[in-house]
């Protein structure tokens, strides 16, 4: 605290922000002579290894200039200091610097040919520096700042977000997206979704019912799937996690023009992880968990048990069991698995299990509503799907139609409004097995009997039968997706039929 003390007083007793800014980290000569190197070959801008933007220019005039020499090439012109004097003619700047012919003296020398990309890469990490000289200032005015409620865990969160965007080379010139780039971004997902054999643009649940209907689980949406206890979403959840991390490492072994998996992380307040490890081991294996943890298994399952655990040792899934977890510590979390596994799909399991910052005043719809919140913005600042697993209210079990509807969703509304897709796992099997009459005996009545025979005869019509029903999706329609499981071993599939009539859904 004592050397914030004396720099903060330093900065005040040699001019304040100015001298502050005087000293921020730059190279205006390695700047000027990447320029150089640019303008004389413009084949430079290919060969970068950096993601050099015109922000990253400390010298606002350097700044401009690249900025004109990309629209220039993104053109097919050629980028010279003949083809920049038009647009710099009435430049303030410039004519300090001698007017248009200090565009003709960056290439004068011609040195930065022979370390383009070391000039690159100097300019973006100086600039990745200054942004974290920025965040440093906010963070020491931020906690310098009492006027207003303390709450140095929100704090520490907010700064860890701005380091975090710092350590992905974000900077706080480039906020806005033109629309440019946002249809190129668009089209990248269409043509993805064309070379995946159509319908693929996100990354894969490995189950077709569903990404045929989704077309994948996309970049920054929020997926609420909720159900009543009982009906597998947790299941659902681990299946989902399993394939997506498969189909990664599927990839780098062979290799593709897509990678339609990822790294996952998976949240788990309710279970802990080695429960987890079982479902998932018992799901890959097609053992029963029940014997999984009894021991009670043959020498078949045994190999199976086994070539299952050698199969998933290198799987890029990462499960935190942590329980009580706010939302501010479930982000600060996603964060540093991102940054050191780079993931790309986060699970959580389950929602209500979150806290919130504890500013709710008791108010549980309040709380919801801000972790909520909180997924979305977690979404869209890693640029990942998250997959939330939530509880229904009883209201279902009260109706006849046991089929979820939005009005469902526990505790608030503002799930369903932050969700871009919210799914409902109902398994209709599941309420017929309530029902289930008395086993006849040879005393029951022909009453009795027939009643349970028709009993049976409906339930396995509707044994091993599951739907997923996607009540919202900004992305396309809504619908019923048919699914098949198998409780034994916890575990979703793709019903293997070309026709899903057999279903029931045309």
């Given at each position: 605290m004592a050397d914030t003390d004396v720099m903060i007083r330093a900065a005040a007793e040699s001019g304040g922000e100015n001298a502050t800014a005087k000293k921020l980290p730059s190279n205006i000569e390695a700047e000027a002579a990447f320029?150089?190197?640019?303008?004389?070959?413009?084949?430079?801008?290919?060969?970068?290894?950096?993601?050099?933007?015109?922000?990253?220019?400390?010298?606002?005039?350097?700044?401009?200039?690249?900025?004109?020499?990309?629209?220039?090439?993104?053109?097919?012109?050629?980028?010279?200091?003949?083809?920049?004097?038009?647009?710099?003619?009435?430049?303030?700047?410039?004519?300090?610097?001698?007017?248009?012919?200090?565009?003709?003296?960056?290439?004068?020398?011609?040195?930065?040919l022979l370390a383009a990309a070391q000039l690159a890469e100097q300019i973006y990490d100086l600039a990745l520096l200054r942004e974290l000289v920025s965040v440093g200032r906010g963070l020491v005015e931020g906690a310098l700042d009492t006027s207003e409620d303390v709450a140095p865990m929100d704090k520490i969160a907010e700064a860890e977000a701005d380091l975090f965007k710092v350590a992905e080379g974000a900077t706080t010139g480039s906020e806005a997206v033109g629309f440019k780039d946002a249809a190129l971004t668009a089209i990248k997902m269409a043509e993805a979704a064309m070379n995946s054999g159509g319908g693929l643009s996100g990354k894969t649940s490995g189950l077709a019912s569903i990404d045929s209907k989704t077309s994948g689980l996309h970049e920054s949406d929020l997926i609420i799937a909720a159900g009543r206890p009982g009906m597998g979403k947790t299941s659902l959840a681990t299946n989902i996690a399993f394939n997506c991390a498969e189909e990664h490492l599927k990839f780098q072994a062979d290799g593709g023009d897509h990678n339609y998996g990822s790294p996952v992380a998976f949240f788990s307040l309710e279970m802990s992880a080695d429960q987890l490890a079982t479902r998932i081991l018992a799901e890959q294996a097609e053992i029963s968990s029940e014997a999984l943890r009894s021991g009670k298994m043959s020498r078949e399952e045994f190999q199976r048990l086994s070539f299952a655990s050698q199969k998933l040792a290198d799987l890029p899934l990462y499960i935190d069991d942590t329980p009580g977890l706010t939302i501010a510590a479930l982000r600060t979390r996603a964060r540093r698995l991102k940054r050191r596994h780079d993931i790309g799909l986060i699970i959580v399991d389950y929602l209500q299990l979150l806290q919130g910052s504890g500013r709710a005043n008791d108010n549980r719809v309040n709380e919801i509503s801000e972790i909520s919140r909180g997924l979305k913005t977690l979404a869209k600042e890693l640029s990942v799907p998250v997959i939330a697993l939530s509880q229904l209210s009883r209201a279902v079990e009260q109706r006849d139609d046991k089929r979820p509807m939005l009005s469902d969703l526990r505790e608030s509304g503002s799930i369903e409004q932050d969700a871009d897709m919210v799914w409902f796992l109902y398994r209709a099997d599941y309420y017929h097995e309530a029902i289930r009459p008395d086993f006849p005996t040879e005393n029951s009545s022909a009453d009795a009997v027939e009643k349970y025979r028709t009993w049976e005869e409906k339930y396995e019509e509707l044994k091993n039968r599951a739907t997923l029903i996607i009540a919202k999706q900004r992305h396309g329609s809504t619908g019923n997706v048919p699914l098949h499981f198998q409780p034994e071993f916890t575990k979703f599939t793709s019903p293997n039929m070309k026709d899903y009539s057999d279903y029931g859904y045309e």
């Open positions: 320029l150089g190197a640019v303008l004389i070959d413009n084949r430079v801008l290919e060969e970068l290894r950096t993601p050099l933007r015109p922000d990253h220019f400390f010298e606002s005039l350097h700044e401009r200039i690249y900025e004109r020499i990309l629209k220039l090439v993104e053109r097919n012109a050629t980028a010279s200091p003949v083809t920049l004097k038009p647009y710099f003619e009435g430049d303030e700047a410039l004519s300090a610097l001698g007017g248009t012919t200090y565009l003709a003296q960056l290439t004068s020398d011609g040195q930065g």
